[in-house]
């Protein structure tokens, strides 16, 4: 039973990352309809970036804060100068993809260019961890699943009770009709991005502090993870990202730890038939809307 | 009275193909004007490019200002709305979302007000305030297309084939209405109209296109009683 | 007074058909023979020429080649896009392997197994293809990408894992007098030629028809009686079939696999080399392929790690500014100049070949009714 509950403890962990992901994976469908494969290494880079400001003398939280700041101005110059001249996501989706899959290329080999790919050291926010007498939970991942939750707060309350968060809804559902009752959705998808890479910043560097390491490949086994998470809780709600990739946390280690068969190796594979099941059977994941195909 | 709108030699299309080779028409305030013609005669290609949803080339001014070449947005912001073909409605959002978003551009404590008046003339909406839009029928679509449109008080609104999909008698329901609330709101409207005999029904005046040109105009009753189009878009 | 139609369509009514059939246009037909022969000529004196290393690499981008031929079929003619086909090259080439290594098979034997697999693999794939769309495709791709260096890793004995496995080498019988570099050459030339022979063949047939019809509107493929499920679940087999071919003969060139050899780099490399060399285009792979083995020769020593922002950047700016890639953007230029100097009694370009160069992005503007 204590083994159960340590692997429950390990595998919410996990998952609280998986989260963090997955959350900016779905801001950035929920906003724009788009899957960006360069979520990943672009909160990679951001990730580098905080760790560049500790160096340079920042305390911890201030350098993600920061971070976050200049990531949520990186994305939304990238959404207007690298994807928006592509095409709308309506009629040039495959060009788009293909877009992010440069941009992975490129900011997963800026990382390595410009920081070099040995290890780095992060620093951890937290040693502590918290007896809860049947087991035990790290600080750490404690926070992680708080900011999980202010994020998750955040995010609803902008969506749905602020004009903002309606004119963002309305550009994802209907860009066109968006710009005839008059929203700017060049800002809006500008605004959508930012707010992506944000929470990407905030993810990677919260991982980095986990991990205590930080290298080139942090990220790249990470996105399937939370694409999986995503795909599960469904691409269109954040709350989905959020349990969803507690599920796949769990699940994951679970299986690694009860099935030996699987092990380490073949946890993600375990996440990719995982991927492969929810999408053909229930597309829209569990907290998702059902597509409503226009003929 | 006002001219409101005015096209000159306004030409455009879609990349390669050009649909409109030289549009002129006029709206003055306070009139209801109809634009009729077949299938790909490019009447919704001439209230697109109006509202700068294409690319366009000649001349269009809105209350004097030159709208040629400005988007979407930027036009609906100085008092034009559009229903588009098809509702162009926010399926993912609810009805009671769809009219708040009509109302983006305006700032003032009246929207409230005017959300509850449109539930009045439409009861329809005001049943399904909290459906998803995009479980509705055509018919309560088109009514809350057009809602979200007035929502934003425009002076002018756009009416791209509002008949299409919908049974004949919702048809004539939903253009009487549409007509007291124009008289009502002062508003001017811009119908563009396959269905020739509703349309005459409630217009001053308009236009016949024809593959990219206006081949007819006058007013309502001219255009009723000319031989070549009560041949052609009036059926006798 | 009836109302005209102002939507644009071929303009052939009254003019008469165009000659059809290989012998009809005896220029076009003298030309092509002898870019064909010229082409063939060079490519047959290449080994001769160059140094044994150079010849491994013309050996790489041959394999590239028909990897990015089989993946173009599948993205480019049939719009399923997938970003795992360097799974399917290594399963061919872990065939090859593990069947020439400890089994001792022929080399040539066991192309045949790794064609059946890497078929049978692509097929199982396609199959939940069906039922999900574009971009969920990609991510499903990509996973699949992701997890094949793990499950090799995890079946190390077999596969020798991270660490590899070596395979006996496959040497230039004597009675060829060819160094082994070359007799490498031109076994795979040929494999490529007779694969971009098939694939142009059955591009042009009505079964590739179907596929770039049901690329361009499903529905609409659907109502004219294609049947889609067939079409796009084959269509990912002979994709991935043509992969682990490649996968394949790339172990007859470097007897040396390993895990990291094929994971997500090897697919995103094969994707720069469809999306480069032109999609929708016959020979846009074999372009593509040159330029992505190429590339990294070509950058100043000090810096080769850039070589993936290079191919990054790449990709971004060909899908701003050239969606249809180097053979796209060929084409334009031949279609520029046939306008400007075309006489004006030649009826204009059929809109028919605005669908084949469409590339990537698709059928572009949607022309509304009216």
Known sequence: ?295 | MTRLLEATGLTGGYGQIQVLFGIDLTVDEGEVVVVLGANGAGKTTTLRALCGMIQAKGAVTFDGQSILGRKPEEIVRLGVAHVPQGRGTFADLTVEENLRVGAYVRTDAEIGADMDRWYTTFPRLAERREQIAGNMSGGEQQMLAIARALMSRPRLLLLDEPSLGLAPLITRGLFEQLTEVSREMAMTLLIVEQNANLALDIADRGYVLEAGTIVTSGTAAELKSDEAVRKAYLGY | MTATSASSGPATVGSPAPPTGLFADPRRLAVRVVVTVAVGAVLLYLPQYFPAFRVGQFNIVICYAIAALGLNLLTGYNGQISIGHGAFFGVGAYTTAILVADHGWSHFATLGAAAVIAFVLGVLVGIPALRIRGLYLALVTLALATVFPQIIKRFSDVTGGAQGMRVPKFRAPDWTGLKDDQWKYYVLLTFAVVSFVLVRNLVRSRVGRALIATRDNETAAEVLGVNLAFYKVITFGVSAMLAGIAGSLSVFNDPFVSADKYGINLSIILLVAVVVGGAATIFGPAFGAFFVVFLPDWLPQKYPQLSPVLFGAVLILLMMVAPGGFLGLVRQITAWAKLRFRSSSSPPPAPSAVGETAAITGSGDELASG
């Open chain 1, 1 to 295: 039973m204590e083994l159960f509950l340590d692997r429950l403890v390990i595998g919410l962990g996990q998952g609280a990352i998986y989260a963090l992901l997955a959350l900016a994976l779905v801001l950035i469908y929920r906003s724009t309809g788009l899957l960006n494969f360069a979520q990943g290494e672009m909160a990679l880079f951001s990730t580098y970036v905080t760790w560049q400001l500790i160096e340079w003398g920042l305390p911890l939280a201030l350098a993600i804060l920061v971070s976050m700041g200049l990531a949520f101005l990186g994305g939304a110059a990238i959404e207007r100068a690298i994807i928006r001249p592509v095409g709308d996501v309506e009629h040039n989706s495959l060009s788009i993809v293909i877009v992010t899959i440069g941009l992975f290329l490129a900011f997963n080999a800026l990382v390595g260019w410009i920081w070099g790919s040995d290890g780095k050291i992060f620093p951890k926010a937290f040693t502590s961890t918290l007896d809860l007498g049947v087991t035990t939970v790290s600080w750490q991942t404690l926070t992680i699943l708080l900011v999980l939750v202010a994020e998750l707060a955040v995010l609803f309350l902008v969506f749905q009770k602020t004009k903002l968060g309606l004119a963002m809804r309305a550009v994802s559902s209907n860009s066109e009709s968006s710009r005839l009752v008059g929203i700017r959705v060049g800002r809006m998808l500008m605004f959508g991005w930012g707010l992506a890479a944000t929470v990407g910043a905030l993810g990677g560097s919260l991982y980095a502090s986990q991990l205590t390491t930080l290298d080139p490949s942090l990220m790249a086994v990470l996105l399937i993870y939370a694409f999986a998470a995503a795909t599960l809780g469904g691409f269109d709600s954040p709350l989905g990202a959020v349990v969803g990739g507690l599920i796949v946390g769990v699940v994951t280690v679970m299986a690694e730890g009860y099935i030996s068969w699987i092990g380490g190796d073949l946890k993600l594979a375990f996440a990719f038939v995982l991927i492969l099941i929810v999408l053909t059977v229930r597309p829209q994941g569990l907290f998702g809307k059902e597509q409503v195909t226009r003929v």
